[in-house]
């Protein structure tokens, strides 16, 4: 459906123009005429399929920007995911002069009490910022005519269920009020009941995430040796713009680190750093001034960022949902994307019930050997080279190449220039991540978080899908049938290391 069809005002038409949006996403399409009716809404659909025009469009709609009063609240779980969406609400609202704010805790509050004064028609926040204003009497909430909870299985999961529910109660009881989530536990129903007026649930099809366009890898390798195998993988699939994820913090920074030390733009952000600093890496993440992005779950949340071809799963998520919000990054827009998931030998069970969620079986894949790597170097390097030909430029070094060819041979010339660009695995810096626990076993082979166990009984479940492997057209390897006998214990060699990363500038 075109956005011209959902009666929207010409004020909004202009700004989704300009955005470069023409057809209506599912979750657009089924909810925007309902919230435009006045109706409340339960919108339960993944990450990356157009919700916040979903909820913005019809709230945009809604206000009236002569009136300078706050009229919409967006409660949001993180602190990207609210400036993201204040964003987009003012890119889609500008031609309406809409004027947006966003508070959220790690900055600085008293310059967020002097733009509250400043009357915005909405607010976005996180549930602590926001009763922080709140209890301040600097955010009075007596004239909001539509409240919005974004995905809001994640503030649950992140415990501001109560916050939530002391936010709704300053909250006039005349609002419309839009519920987005990506799951829908029985709180997030207990919501619905409690603090909407006979909400209609519209529900995305998995058929129609995202997901369908990702094609889906596993790699099956002790903890020891990821870090080795997925750079490796880097090299073979040349991926132009990546996000690694992490389970902790600490095997953010590693990994951070020592893919800079092997001579990639990468990159960390978590809940951790200072948010000038989480800013700063995600502008020059979307400038492509990074190769690499590593995060951990909460800091990815939400994030909506374009022209991501590949996700690699350092570690395994600890909930199937989060998976699919993982791989939700790539695969956008109608392009195909790579996900890749290293999963240790006592992990496998997990990644049966992802499948069971995913309703997809991954693709096992074979790790590059070093020589497959260092072709894929090569490649890169060539490719490189014939670019910075075609930019040309290079009669200022012409009487200096002359005299490098009375000394040495062109062959030669050309090699030592593939040998500066390209990056020879064998002589990479040796880095060694500190190995962290693996999941804990389930008996019923699900995932040990209250309420997500899925997919029934996995343990007896046996996996034959190891072996050799060819690469095929994008950069994945397709399956040749030869069983792996490896056994699932941990090795003596892989008790016996305690690793820790080092930096060899």
Same mark, same amino acid.
């Given at each position: 459906m075109n956005f011209k069809d959902l009666n929207l005002s010409e004020e909004l038409l202009s700004s989704i123009e300009r955005s470069g949006f023409e057809e209506a996403t599912p979750i657009q399409e089924a909810t925007i005429p309902l919230a435009l009716a006045g109706r409340d809404v339960i919108g339960q659909a993944q990450t990356g399929t157009g919700k916040?025009?979903?909820?913005?469009?019809?709230?945009?709609?809604?206000?009236? =920007?002569?009136?300078?009063?706050?009229? $919409?609240?967006?409660?949001a779980p993180t602190r990207e995911l609210a400036i993201q969406t204040q964003e987009e609400l003012y890119r889609l609202g500008r031609d309406k002069k809409i004027r947006v704010q966003a508070v959220y805790g790690g900055a600085d509050i008293n310059r967020q009490i002097r733009q509250l004064k400043d009357c915005p028609h909405i607010v976005v926040g996180t549930p602590g910022r926001m009763l922080d204003h709140i209890n301040r009497h600097t955010l009075k909430l007596s004239t909001v005519e539509t409240l919005v909870l974004d995905e809001a299985d994640e503030m649950l999961n992140m415990g501001f269920l109560d916050d939530i529910e002391a936010i709704i109660s300053k909250v006039p009881?005349?609002?419309?009020?839009?519920?987005?989530?990506?799951?829908?536990?029985?709180?997030?129903?207990?919501?619905?009941?409690?603090?909407?007026?006979? =909400? *209609?649930?519209?529900?995305?099809?998995?058929?129609?995430?995202?997901?369908?366009?990702?094609?889906?890898? &596993?790699?099956?390798?002790? %903890?020891? *040796?990821? &870090?080795?195998?997925?750079?490796?993988?880097?090299?073979?699939?040349?991926?132009?713009? #990546? /996000? +690694?994820?992490?389970?902790?913090?600490?095997?953010?920074?590693?990994?951070?680190? $020592?893919?800079e030390a092997r001579g990639y733009k990468s990159e960390g952000i978590h809940g951790d750093l200072s948010q000038q600093k989480?800013?700063?890496?995600?502008?020059?993440?979307?400038?492509? %001034?990074?190769?690499?992005?590593?995060? #951990?779950? +909460?800091?990815?949340?939400?994030?909506d960022i374009s022209g991501v071809t590949h996700v690699y799963n350092y570690d395994i998520p600890q909930d199937p949902?989060?998976?699919?919000?993982?791989?939700?990054?790539?695969?956008?827009?109608?392009?195909? $994307?790579?996900?890749?998931?290293?999963?240790? !030998?006592?992990?496998?069970s997990y990644l049966h019930v992802i499948e069971n969620l995913t309703k997809k079986r991954m693709t096992p894949l074979r790790p590059p050997t070093e020589k497959e790597a260092f072709k894929g170097q090569l490649g890169q390097a060539m490719e490189e080279i014939e670019t910075k030909m075609d930019e040309n430029g290079l009669d200022r070094y012409l009487q200096a190449a002359d005299e490098l060819l009375e000394q040495y041979s062109a062959q030669d010339l050309a090699a030592l220039l593939l040998k500066t660009i390209a990056k020879d695995p064998a002589?990479?810096?040796?880095?060694? /991540? #500190? !190995?962290?626990?693996?999941?804990? !076993?389930?008996?019923?082979?699900?995932?040990?978080?209250?309420g997500n166990r899925r997919g029934g009984n996995n343990r007896n479940r046996r996996d034959n899908r190891e072996g050799g492997y060819s690469r095929n057209k994008k950069g994945g390897y397709s399956k040749e049938g030869r069983k792996d006998s490896r056994k699932s214990s941990k090795t003596a060699n892989e008790k016996k290391r305690g690793f820790v990363i080092r930096s060899n500038h």
């Amino acid at each position: 459906m075109n956005f011209k069809d959902l009666n929207l005002s010409e004020e909004l038409l202009s700004s989704i123009e300009r955005s470069g949006f023409e057809e209506a996403t599912p979750i657009q399409e089924a909810t925007i005429p309902l919230a435009l009716a006045g109706r409340d809404v339960i919108g339960q659909a993944q990450t990356g399929t157009g919700k916040t025009a979903a909820f913005g469009l019809p709230m945009l709609e809604k206000i009236d =920007p002569k009136n300078h009063v706050l009229q $919409g609240l967006v409660i949001a779980p993180t602190r990207e995911l609210a400036i993201q969406t204040q964003e987009e609400l003012y890119r889609l609202g500008r031609d309406k002069k809409i004027r947006v704010q966003a508070v959220y805790g790690g900055a600085d509050i008293n310059r967020q009490i002097r733009q509250l004064k400043d009357c915005p028609h909405i607010v976005v926040g996180t549930p602590g910022r926001m009763l922080d204003h709140i209890n301040r009497h600097t955010l009075k909430l007596s004239t909001v005519e539509t409240l919005v909870l974004d995905e809001a299985d994640e503030m649950l999961n992140m415990g501001f269920l109560d916050d939530i529910e002391a936010i709704i109660s300053k909250v006039p009881a005349t609002r419309q009020t839009l519920l987005f989530s990506a799951t829908m536990p029985a709180e997030i129903k207990r919501i619905g009941v409690q603090f909407m007026q006979e =909400p *209609e649930h519209v529900r995305i099809k998995t058929k129609e995430m995202t997901a369908d366009l990702i094609e889906q890898f &596993f790699v099956r390798a002790k %903890e020891y *040796e990821k &870090f080795d195998i997925m750079t490796r993988l880097l090299d073979v699939q040349t991926p132009e713009l #990546t /996000i +690694v994820f992490g389970r902790t913090k600490r095997r953010v920074d590693e990994l951070a680190r $020592g893919l800079e030390a092997r001579g990639y733009k990468s990159e960390g952000i978590h809940g951790d750093l200072s948010q000038q600093k989480r800013m700063s890496v995600l502008r020059a993440f979307k400038n492509g %001034e990074l190769d690499i992005l590593v995060a #951990t779950d +909460v800091a990815a949340r939400g994030l909506d960022i374009s022209g991501v071809t590949h996700v690699y799963n350092y570690d395994i998520p600890q909930d199937p949902e989060s998976y699919v919000h993982r791989i939700g990054r790539t695969g956008r827009a109608g392009k195909v $994307g790579v996900s890749v998931t290293f999963v240790t !030998p006592n992990e496998m069970s997990y990644l049966h019930v992802i499948e069971n969620l995913t309703k997809k079986r991954m693709t096992p894949l074979r790790p590059p050997t070093e020589k497959e790597a260092f072709k894929g170097q090569l490649g890169q390097a060539m490719e490189e080279i014939e670019t910075k030909m075609d930019e040309n430029g290079l009669d200022r070094y012409l009487q200096a190449a002359d005299e490098l060819l009375e000394q040495y041979s062109a062959q030669d010339l050309a090699a030592l220039l593939l040998k500066t660009i390209a990056k020879d695995p064998a002589d990479a810096v040796p880095v060694k /991540i #500190t !190995p962290e626990r693996p999941l804990p !076993p389930s008996k019923k082979g699900g995932f040990n978080k209250g309420g997500n166990r899925r997919g029934g009984n996995n343990r007896n479940r046996r996996d034959n899908r190891e072996g050799g492997y060819s690469r095929n057209k994008k950069g994945g390897y397709s399956k040749e049938g030869r069983k792996d006998s490896r056994k699932s214990s941990k090795t003596a060699n892989e008790k016996k290391r305690g690793f820790v990363i080092r930096s060899n500038h």
